[in-house]
C-alpha cells in the first residue's frame, strides 16, 4: 500500500521564479491538502482539493495555486518567488466520508529560494 | 484565527512521564489531533479527540476537555526515541477537512 508521495524531495529557486511541486495521494484517498512550515513552525494550511476543486483556502496569496487530477494526485504552483516562500511543503491525503480528518503526509519537498 | 497554544519546548528524563499541553480557541471545533514530527521527516498521527475524556494507546494518551478548550498528549515510559516535536491541531467544523496546527513542542529526551 503506497503512501503518500512528493516530488521533487529538495528544490532551490532564485527570487522571481515559478515553481511546481507534485503529490500522489495514499491509495484510495481522493482529498489533498498542502501546507507550508517555515523552520521551527508548525504546518500552515494553504488549500485543499477534491473533486479536482479547490474547496478551501489557508491565508495565503494567488501567488499560491494549486490543480487536483482525475487520478486525485495534485501539485501546488508558487509564482513570482520571494525569499520568505523558502519553507518545507507538505502534501498530506485523506478520504472524505470518514468520521475524522485522519490525514497522511507525504515526507515534504524542500524549498529554498535565494 | 484559531489560536492553538502549546510550549515551544521541554525536556524530560528517559523512563520518566511528560505531559503536553495545548489550549485552542472553542468556536468552530471538530475534533483536536495530535501528530509526532521527527526533525527533517514528515508529521504522524498519535490520535484524535472529539469527546471529553481520555484516549489511550499504549504508552501514549490524550485528553480533551471541550469547554475549556484544553488537551493534553502524554507520553509514559519515555524512550530516547520520542524526542521530536508534538503538533496539536484543530479540527474544522465548517463543512470540510481543514486542519489549523500549532507551533510544535519540541520535546528533548535526556538520558
Known amino acids: 500500500d503506497a503512501g503518500v508521495t512528493q516530488s521533487p524531495t529538495h528544490l532551490i529557486k532564485t527570487r522571481g521564479q515559478q515553481v511546481t511541486l507534485r503529490c500522489s495521494p495514499k491509495?484510495?484517498?481522493?482529498?489533498v491538502s498542502w501546507y507550508q512550515q517555515a523552520l521551527g513552525q508548525g504546518p500552515q494550511f494553504i488549500f485543499q482539493y477534491y473533486e479536482e476543486e479547490e474547496r478551501q483556502r489557508g491565508n495565503f496569496p494567488d501567488r499560491f495555486s494549486g490543480h487536483q487530477f482525475p487520478n486525485y494526485s495534485s501539485e501546488l504552483n508558487v509564482n513570482a518567488l520571494l525569499l520568505g516562500d523558502s519553507a518545507l511543503y507538505l502534501c498530506?491525503?485523506?478520504?472524505?466520508?470518514?468520521?475524522?480528518?485522519?490525514?497522511?503526509f507525504g515526507p515534504g519537498t524542500r524549498l529554498t529560494v535565494l | 484565527g484559531q489560536n492553538i497554544d502549546q510550549p515551544t519546548e521541554m525536556t524530560a528524563t528517559e523512563g520518566a512521564i511528560v505531559q503536553i499541553n495545548c489550549t485552542y480557541q472553542?468556536?468552530?471545533?471538530?475534533?483536536l489531533f495530535w501528530y509526532q514530527q521527527h526533525a527533517g521527516e514528515a508529521p504522524t498521527f498519535l490520535s484524535y479527540?472529539?469527546?471529553?475524556g481520555l484516549e489511550e494507546k499504549g504508552r501514549f494518551s490524550s485528553f480533551l476537555s471541550r469547554s475549556k478548550g484544553y488537551s493534553y498528549l502524554l507520553l509514559k515510559e519515555l524512550q530516547m526515541k520520542d524526542s521530536a516535536s508534538y503538533l496539536c491541531?484543530?479540527?474544522?467544523?465548517?463543512?470540510?477537512?481543514?486542519?489549523?496546527f500549532g507551533i510544535g513542542t519540541k520535546l528533548q529526551v535526556i538520558p
Open positions: 472553542t468556536s468552530g471545533f471538530n475534533g
Open positions: 491541531a484543530k479540527g474544522d467544523s465548517g463543512g470540510y477537512q481543514k486542519v489549523t
Open positions: 479527540n472529539v469527546l471529553d
Open positions: 491509495s484510495g484517498h481522493d482529498t
Open positions: 498530506a491525503s485523506s478520504l472524505q466520508g470518514r468520521t475524522y480528518n485522519e490525514q497522511f
